[in-house]
T-cell receptor, first 112, second 116 residues
Framework: RKEVEQDPGPFNVPEGATVAFNCTYS??????FFWYRQDCRKEPKLLMS???SGNEDGRFTAQLNRASQYISLLIRDSKLSDSATYLC?????????????FGSGTRLSIRP | GAVVSQHPSRVICKSGTSVKIECRSL??????MFWYRQFPKQSLMLMAT?????????EQGVEKDKFLINHASLTLSTLTVTSAHPEDSSFYIC????????????FGSGTRLTVV
């Protein structure tokens, strides 16, 4: 089983739609969670951190469910510019090592 | 926010030669940096964790003698691809996180390596 799993998509939705992605992780000791956005041939850029209490940034809402070990990203009123690959990231830190695991990414395409 | 500078952004080299990629944290210190590789239409794969002043930790399947990592200062980590072959052609990205920073991990702009 992969440490972090995402639905690869692609999700193809009309502009204005609401779309949601999930990402599951296998290590219950995982500590920090993030959503990144990656445009074609560019480096990933941080979209938002994910907290247990859930957090919202404009049209984007991220949630963490530790009991079921998944994080989610909800995009409301999607825009054409939201088309990208969305990567979930899970991190773990021990006394002598730290690790970052990327999901394989979910491709989102917004159509006019 | 924190900025990570990576260069070169693009390099073409002949098979058998070595290529060095630099990753610098600007305006912050990074005791740990991470090196990733991304093949077309695939996700980022962690290659190694670079620790300042000590040996890097390599992920399973990554040859440490082929991908040499040096993290000699708190702001600079280098990845050297030795005796490069066409199958090493890929997009290499580094990342670092500012200690205590609230902004996740910052990525360099990446290096597209093409070995001919």
């Amino acid at each position: 089983r992969k440490e972090v799993e995402q639905d690869p998509g692609p999700f193809n939705v009309p502009e204005g739609a609401t779309v949601a992605f999930n990402c599951t992780y296998s290590n219950s000791a995982s500590q920090s969670f993030f959503w990144y956005r990656q445009d074609c041939r560019k480096e990933p850029k941080l979209l938002m951190s994910v907290y247990s209490s859930g957090n919202e940034d404009g049209r984007f809402t991220a949630q963490l469910n530790r009991a079921s070990q998944y994080i989610s990203l909800l995009i409301r009123d999607s825009k054409l510019s939201d088309s990208a690959t969305y990567l979930c990231v899970v991190t773990w830190s021990g006394s002598s090592a730290s690790k970052i695991i990327f999901g394989s990414g979910t491709r989102l395409s917004i159509r006019p | 926010g924190a900025v990570v500078s990576q260069h070169p952004s693009r390099v073409i080299c002949k098979s058998g030669t070595s290529v060095k990629i630099e990753c610098r944290s600007l305006d912050f210190q990074a005791t740990t940096m991470f090196w990733y590789r991304q093949f077309p239409k695939q996700s980022l794969m962690l290659m190694a964790t670079s620790n300042e002043g000590s040996k890097a930790t390599y992920e399973q399947g990554v040859e440490k003698d082929k991908f040499l990592i040096n993290h000699a200062s708190l702001t600079l980590s280098t990845l050297t691809v030795t005796s490069a072959h066409p199958e090493d052609s890929s997009f290499y990205i580094c990342s670092a996180r500012e200690s205590g920073g609230a902004y996740g991990y910052t990525f360099g702009s990446g290096t597209r390596l093409t070995v001919v």
